[in-house]
């Protein structure tokens, strides 16, 4: 039966071929897209999580809700944080590094703007997040700085701020006082992210314990993974090793920033859409190739059944023609869209040309590099073939049934 | 009869004589007409969102600053200076030209509000709360108590600045600000009321209040504002209305500036463009796939005629004439498949723009380009997308008729018909 599927496949090769194009081309252009929307998002979230709060935080238990300076992380249960990020089987982490975060105000004599101001350990944080490789003018933090601030672009405006300007930080002190801080300007950045450039200053973190009266204390402990996939691996190895400490809470980066999360869900929402489209496109494409095939080959499945096939043999070579289809267009069309898009694999597909300004590639608070460099996901890839299969095989259903309902003395009848 | 009217009859009877053939193409004509459509559809309804939030709620269609006040929005430069201007008589200029429809005064300042124990920094912006809402949106979002009243050290802010500084309607909220004078000014407000936007890197950093209260706070005049936003009567036309103000404010009173929203977010009107591009680049896609599938069938189509074509021919059919009537095929499959698209794509559209999915429940809202942006997947319909994509379907049933058509002129009757 296979072998009669195969070789009336083979007998009409044009009509095949154009048919297994049709998979073929829909199926590359599948994974070509996909591996690209991949690729931005990995992109996406890594610039985003740098700067922020790492793929997995270490925060006490209520900071999340109240980003308060009362729910801080003493010396101890940093101590234990350390130990366990350190525990982490594998080489997953990358980099961690701690921080002293607290809302403020930031004002110089001619304006005053609300801002995020970040304590850290210049030299941890070098390795952790890419700040320091955005300056403008200046420089980085250093180890030994003291009353040195490094704030972005826009804030610098706004302000009136140079390097060496100094201007005030105000926030309340863990005493629950608002205590002010003055500090000089050491380097701007520029991340081309909005709020980023207008609303983030790292100060060294010793400066900050000081200013806010919480000696040895942090908000977060982040850590940097070597790729998003590892988070909840990480998150859940990371909860284990702290089950008995109730001060500390462990965070994957889907909870510590909500809005990059539902940032991501609502593109992978219109990805959605346009791959079900693609879906359906192909699936209709398929359905009317092979219903093509069989309605016009009537009086040569009548002959098949008057030389003694039974109607549901003839259905299965039907089916079976429409399986063979897919199966090898499907896997040529895997192949094919791999090759298409390894060849952007190394250097990434440049987008750049889209948009003038760097900024319109930010959003909630990361941002997508212009040039983006395709990631596959083997499950991905295999998902893509699956449906196609599954089309492929509903397809073939209906012209089966036709075909083994034929009539034959009527198939026969009339010379075509 | 007409020469011409006759293929086209034989190319309607052709399309019927197969059917389901007919239909399964017509089907998939109409659903990449219906795809494209929703798709263009659903980025121009997050496109609307952007500029919704990005423009009408706070920034306005145009503004007026000193001329020294961008880009570092000094706090000192306000319009006219330090000595201000008549600004009833400034906003009675601006509102009688015939494009604006309206014009509102705006004083921003930073500052730190407390309650009891917390403290955030935050926002201010200072409004004049009747004018105010016919330029901008914001106040129209009060979700609880009702707008500030000038004079009465009434304050407005919003949700997520009031929960996370434990406020209720009635509490009492510390407000302290850097002052013109290089002072602190600092004073006593009553929380009249909160409200939500639903994109929380607003709702938890600003607070209105009163124009003239803010102006006192800060210890400026009453003629002093940073910004006068403007509503103009044509929104797309606002650059061009923009540079014709400036033109005609020239010369007379305070150096003015005049900036529409376009300039004052060049990287939202990039992210604009750049969804533009998407837009075609998925409509491309479709069509694309869509002009294949129709290929391909008709093609077969072709195939399985030539037995057909040959007997056409042998009847004393010129080439041309058997090619004409496949053309014709395609042009009134196009035509058939854009009514049906038309049919089902036009509930489908306008049930989703009327009552979209909000995913703000499920979702936050977040940035984009530097804009708030709400989950809400509105869909919005102009008139030129359905026209350009019924083109497109259009376009794409005749230009996929082509090459078969071509191939049909070239069945050679003698052969196909010996089955050779």
Redesign the interface.
Known sequence: MLKLAARSVGRNA??SA??A??MV??LA?LIFSRSLAEGAHEQWITSAIRIGSGHVAIQAPEYLE???LEHRIGAVGHERALRAVESVSGDQVLAHTPRLSV???A?S???????RIEGVDPEQERAFSDLDEKVEDGRYLEPGDRLHAYVGVELA??L?LKVGTRFVL???SAA?D?EGQLVRVVGIFRTSI??MDQGLIHIPIETAREWLGTPDAVTTVAVLLATSRDTDRVVSELRDALAGASDLRVLGWRQAA??????L??DD??DY??HS??F???A??I???V???V??RRREFGLLQALGLTGAQTGWVVFGEGLFLTAVSGVVGMVLGFLFTWGFFRNGLDFSG????E???????GMVDPVIVPIFHSSQVLLSLYFILIIGTLASIYPAMRASKLDVAEAMKFD? | MAPDAVWWRVAWRNLWRNRGRTLITASGLAFGYLSAVVMVGLTDGMVAELIENGTRLMMGQVQVHSAEYLPERNMHRTIGGYDGVDLEALLARLEADPDITAAAPRLYGGGLLSSGDETKAGLLYGVDPDREQQVSTLLSRVSQGRLPVPDAYEILVGVEMARQLSLSIGAEVVVVAPASDGSMGNDLFTLVGTFETGTPAIDANYAVLPLSDLQYLMAMDPGRVHEIALTVTRAWDTPLIASRLAASLEGSGPQLEVTPWTDLRPELAEAIGLMDAVNYLIAGIIFSMAIFGVANTMLIGTFERRREFAVVRALGTTPLGIGRTVVYEGMILGAISLAVGAAITWPIVVWWHNSPPDLTSVLGGFSFSGSQWRPILRIEYSYDTPIICAVALFLTAVLAALYPAWKATRVPPADALADR
């Open positions: 044009q009509r154009l048919t194009a049709a081309i829909g252009l109240s980003g308060k809302d403020g105000l004002s004599a001619a304006s005053a703007l609300p801002i405006r706004r009136g105000t926030a309340q629950g608002v909005p709020e909500p809005e990059l999360d539902s940032a869900r609502m929402y219109g859409v346009f489209i693609l359906a496109i192909v209709l494409a359905l009317n190739a219903m093509m095939s309605l016009g889209l948009a003038e300004s900024s319109a590639w930010a959003s909630a608070g075509r």
